[in-house]
T-cell receptor, first 116, second 112 residues
Framework: DTGVSQDPRHKITKRGQNVTFRCDPI?????LYWYRQTLGQGPEFLTY????????KSRLLSDRFSAERPKGSFSTLEIQRTEQGDSAMYLC??????????????FGPGTRLTVL | AQSVTQLDSQVPVFEEAPVELRCNYS??????LFWYVQYPNQGLQLLLK??????LVESINGFEAEFNKSQTSFHLRKPSVHISDTAEYFC??????????FGKGTMLLVSP
């Protein structure tokens, strides 16, 4: 069990550029979550997949954000036309099959995005 | 909607002293409660959780938290802290099938 991995760990980009992050969940975890964490705040939910289906999206997820999990394994989060306000730590978490209401989410190390 | 309040952004304490990190929540429905810990340069890790049953839950490294429904609180305590407990602690709630809502976190700073 290697844990949740995220790539890249750090990304610096210029305003207006597109960026894509990848998350590899723990093997056989069927649920995958994306969160955003800004300085001095706790993680804020962005979106959630069960297998390849995107079941829930936060209002924080503007139309510049898109997430996919095409084969129910890894997931990507793309931000188009980045803005300075997108600068944050983007966290991925996964949880195993079982009762979704009580599942424990396992977090990756995060991708820190800096938009100049 | 639900919300989590962690009033203390930073708690400095000396090694071997007791500590309490406060967490209050607001929700119109029943929730499950969690404490996550983030050590420097590491990802969030689950410390303990309350789902049902005994209102006092414990972690493997000596932390405990008590669910108080009337006060809508889930404070985290440890009778004697170590330097290695220095980390940021996040309280979170989860109403049933919805997703986690986190507080802003409390930085626990343990000094010798």
């Amino acid at each position: 069990d290697t844990g949740v991995s995220q790539d890249p760990r750090h990304k610096i980009t210029k305003r207006g550029q597109n960026v894509t992050f990848r998350c590899d969940p723990i093997s056989e975890h069927n649920r995958l979550y994306w969160y955003r964490q800004t300085l001095g705040q706790g993680p804020e939910f962005l979106t959630y997949f069960q297998n390849e289906a995107q079941l829930e999206k936060s209002r924080l997820l503007s139309d510049r954000f898109s997430a996919e999990r095409p084969k129910g394994s890894f997931s990507t989060l793309e931000i188009q036309r980045t803005e300075q306000g997108d600068s944050a730590m983007y966290l991925c978490a996964s949880s195993p099959r079982g009762t979704p209401s009580t599942d424990t989410q396992y977090f990756g190390p995060g991708t820190r995005l800096t938009v100049l | 909607a639900q919300s989590v309040t962690q009033l203390d952004s930073q708690v400095p304490v000396f090694e071997e002293a007791p500590v309490e990190l406060r967490c209050n929540y607001s929700s119109s429905v029943s929730v499950y409660l969690f404490w996550y810990v983030q050590y420097p340069n590491q990802g969030l890790q689950l410390l303990l959780k309350y789902l049902s049953g005994s209102t006092l839950v414990e972690s493997i490294n000596g932390f405990e938290a008590e669910f108080n429904k009337s006060q809508t609180s889930f404070h985290l305590r440890k009778p004697s802290v170590h330097i290695s407990d220095t980390a940021e602690y996040f309280c979170a709630v989860k109403p049933g099938y919805s997703t986690l809502t986190f507080g802003k976190g409390t930085m626990l700073l343990v000094s010798p």
